[in-house]
């Protein structure tokens, strides 16, 4: 076996990828130990605080070894991954070879210890002199075996079965082996526990053979669906059969959720927040049937083709409105320097609900965008923010912020203020109501707008005025022209 001088080994440490981050953690790895890098390639996914970002790799050369798995958050400043460079690329490859022939009695020396941090899982802990993989459960499976599990693992990842090869004799099921313990995260054991499910008949999907929460509810739902087998009944009196009677599942009552990522920092920014900010929270009930209409409008406007032109710009564009006429609204204040900072410019925040937690992006200086401009700006932020790949530096300097609600079916809400900002506009549920219009009591189409602020800088007088210029303008739309 070739050894690599550390001259020869480069080593990738996880970047402050947002301003001030502390910590992020790894969603997806692209590479694998013996795969060769290129600079600027992207090697993995983390999730900050703020975002789920792609990491590129500063470097050309052979993965050596990948110190975290997926799932483990890591502390800015820490090496994630080893890559062999120049020299050394070449002879990186044979440790990556060298794991494929390991055999049960070697995986065996590397079973993991009750304390400290074992190289059990990739990278984890102090380098060996070769990446190893531990085999799989009961010694090498055969070739077969390899097929089936491959089968089962590509449906649990949303890719249908796998097709075999060849005809092969079925896999016999997992069954505990002495001295081979299930390879699983401590909360994903304490999930496999609370449901009752015995980790050594779960098929792991994870990378090295690594059971991922996902397996542990795979494993639950086989289970529900296969009657267990009973043994031949005595005979006796037949007596109603118990209803709805628990199976494991349903008798686990509490789920744990670890508080990370994009959660953990939303819930410490609302704190902060609320316990620093002194709230007030203003409403109107406003008829916007004519900015329906003119929604309906747009949406014929050959000049809005290919755009997102719906409620929301036209709300987007009162508010701007309203605080281009109030523009001592748009403010933060500094506690440090005990100043009120106006702002000269808007990045409006669009609060928006993924899977991994509400997020509030920002459009920078749209106050400076005309209304095709602004609805580009809307349907780029909300399509990123859905697939999850919006940056940080998008979330970051926002002045103010609106959080649709009315999407939920909601009337309304009193939002809590962004950190940083001095109002947030929350918008309910646009429905159609019996409304007083010119005299006589019609269907019309009715929102209700919630306007919260900081009383230290914004008091009644100025959030009042604002939150009447945006419902005046949704009102009556053609104020946009006449007050923009």
């Known amino acids: 076996m070739t050894t690599m001088t550390d001259s020869s080994v480069r080593e ?3 970047p402050d990828v947002g301003e001030g981050l502390t910590e992020a953690e790894i969603l ?72 494929v022939a390991d055999t049960p009695a070697t995986a065996e020396a590397e079973e993991p210890k009750p304390e400290g941090r074992q190289p059990v899982l990739v990278g984890y802990g102090v380098a060996t002199s070769s990446t190893r993989r531990r085999p799989r459960k009961g010694g090498q499976a055969p070739a077969g075996a390899q097929e089936a599990s491959a089968a089962v693992q590509a449906e649990l990842n949303g890719h249908g079965p796998a097709e075999p090869a060849a005809p092969a004799a079925p896999a016999a099921p997992a069954a505990p082996v002495t001295g081979d313990r ?65 199976t494991s599942y349903d008798t686990a009552r509490e789920t744990r959720v670890p508080v990370k990522g994009v959660r953990k920092a939303t819930a410490a920014a609302m704190v902060g927040s609320a316990f620093t900010a002194p ?67 808007v990045n409006l925040g669009i609060a ?17 965008q005309t209304l095709p401009q602004l609805a580009g700006s809307l349907g780029e932020l909300v399509s990123t923010a859905r697939e999850g790949k919006t940056s940080p530096a998008a979330m970051q ?19 809590i203020l962004n950190p940083g900002e001095s109002a947030i ?18 269907p019309r189409q009715v929102t209700t707008l919630a306007l919260s602020f900081d009383h230290r800088l914004v008091d009644g007088e100025l959030g009042s005025k604002v939150l009447a210029d945006v419902a005046a303008v949704l009102e009556q739309p053609k104020r946009l022209i006449s007050w923009a």
């Open 28 to 99: 997806k790895w692209y590479v694998q130990p013996g795969d060769t890098v290129t600079d600027g390639q992207v090697v993995c996914e983390v999730e900050t605080a703020k975002a789920a970002v792609e990491l590129p790799i500063p470097y050309d050369g052979v993965v050596r070894e990948l110190h975290f798995p997926e799932g483990t958050t890591v502390d800015v400043g820490t090496s994630i991954i080893a890559v062999a460079v120049g020299d050394g690329a070449a002879a990186a490859a044979e440790p990556a070879q060298e794991a």
């Open 352 to 368: 928006a609900a993924t899977p991994r937690g509400l997020i509030v992006p920002n459009i920078k200086d749209a106050h400076a």
């Open 12 to 14: 990738f440490k996880m």
């Open 397 to 415: 300097g926002g002045t103010v912020t609106i959080t649709n609600v009315g999407v939920f079916g909601v009337d309304t809400g009193t939002p």
């Open 182 to 246: 299930p390879l699983a995260k401590p909360p994903v054991r304490k999930l496999a526990k609370d449901l009752g499910v015995d980790l050594t008949t779960v098929v792991p999907s994870g990378p090295d053979g690594i059971i991922t929460r996902e397996d542990v509810h795979a494993a639950v739902t086989a289970r529900s669906a296969t009657p267990e087998p009973q043994a031949a009944p005595a005979p006796v009196t037949p007596a109603p059969s118990p209803a709805a009677a628990p």
């Open 279 to 345: 709230h007030v929270t203003e409403f109107v009930t406003v008829d916007v049937t004519r900015t329906m209409k003119l929604v309906e409008e747009l949406k014929q406007d050959k000049e809005y083709a290919g755009l997102r032109v719906n409620p929301l710009l036209l709300i987007a564009k009162a508010l701007l409105v309203a605080i281009r006429r109030n523009p001592d609204i748009n403010a933060s204040w500094d506690e440090a320097a005990q100043e009120i900072v106006v702002k000269h410019y």
């Open 425 to 442: 506009l929350a918008v309910g549920a646009i429905k159609l109501q019996p409304w007083v219009h010119k005299g006589k009591v019609k």
